[in-house]
């Protein structure tokens, strides 16, 4: 059997007395969309912060094809992080300009961000700054303008929260494509029915740890009832 893409063994982070994560492990293979799900402050957003090279785990490791995600890993993981921040300054399309150049991206990507801005419903708004956007609308940006890049590794943190129906539902579409196209793609969520749904398999954090995962049946076949009901039961205080 082939190696998973990416492999993720015995994460730890502190944050003075607070133990963020605790031991983190689990894989992610390419073509796959994985939930991680857990509780307000089970981790989540710390294992994406480090996974991206935003911060820098306290132990473990993090293996991308057998190789150390290292210092040039913005080629290969990217993340939509919780809190959509966008330049102020910059206009829709320039967030796509800049993606497009931070990355090095080869010629012909103005098509491809045109369609991601279009299955987005954000071509109207293309030459609106991006102090005058609705939340819903930055969020939209910077899954435009990340998805664009086309890494390997795709981690989305709570991507649904803002997004009207039909954002939810190009989102979705989007990110099945890009799982048919072979990206391994991550995706925290409260939203259980919505994980049930586009998720192939879910990893449930419980104070830094991993508690349980599985396939969206194995984990019906944990308990008597949904994803929820296993969930509630497992993260139960
Ligand atoms: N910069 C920080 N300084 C101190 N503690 C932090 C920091 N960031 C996170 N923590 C703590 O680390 C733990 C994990 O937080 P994290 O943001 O990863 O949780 P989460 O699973 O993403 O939660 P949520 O569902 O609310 O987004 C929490 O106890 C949190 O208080
Ligand atoms: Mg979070």
């Not at 133990?19 to 939930?35: N, P, Q, R």
């Not at 089970?42 to 991308?64: H, V």
């Not at 913005?74 to 150049?101: C, K, M, N, Q």
């Not at 793609?185 to 599985?214: F, P, W, Y």
Request: charged letters at 25%.
């Amino acid at each position: 059997m082939s190696q998973p893409a990416l492999v993720v063994e015995h994460l730890a982070k502190r944050f003075d007395r607070k133990t963020a994560l605790e031991d983190l492990s689990f894989t992610l293979d390419a073509g796959e969309i994985v939930g991680l799900i857990g509780p307000n402050g089970a981790g989540k957003s710390t294992a994406f912060g480090i996974l991206c090279g935003l911060m820098r785990p306290d132990a473990g490791a993090m293996r991308y094809r057998g190789a150390p995600l290292g210092r040039d890993r913005g080629r290969i993981v990217s993340l939509i992080p919780e809190t959509p921040d966008v330049y102020p300054l910059l206009t829709v399309w320039e967030h796509l300009v800049f993606a497009a150049h931070l990355c090095g991206l080869a010629d012909g990507w103005e098509a491809r961000a045109q369609t991601l801005l279009a299955r987005m419903d954000m071509l109207e708004h293309r030459a609106v700054l991006g102090s005058e956007l609705s939340k819903g609308m930055r969020q939209k940006t910077l899954v435009a303008a990340t998805i664009l890049a086309e890494t390997p590794v795709l981690l989305l943190d709570e991507p649904m929260i803002g997004l009207d129906p039909l954002g939810q539902r190009g989102l979705r579409d989007v990110l099945r494509d890009l799982r048919a196209g072979g990206t391994a793609i991550m995706l925290s969520t409260h939203q259980l029915e919505a994980a049930e749904a586009l998720c192939d398999r879910v990893v449930i954090l419980n104070k830094g740890r991993a508690v349980a995962g599985g396939t969206i049946e194995e984990m019906h076949a944990l308990g008597a009832g949904t994803l929820e009901d296993v969930f509630l039961e497992i993260t139960r205080p």
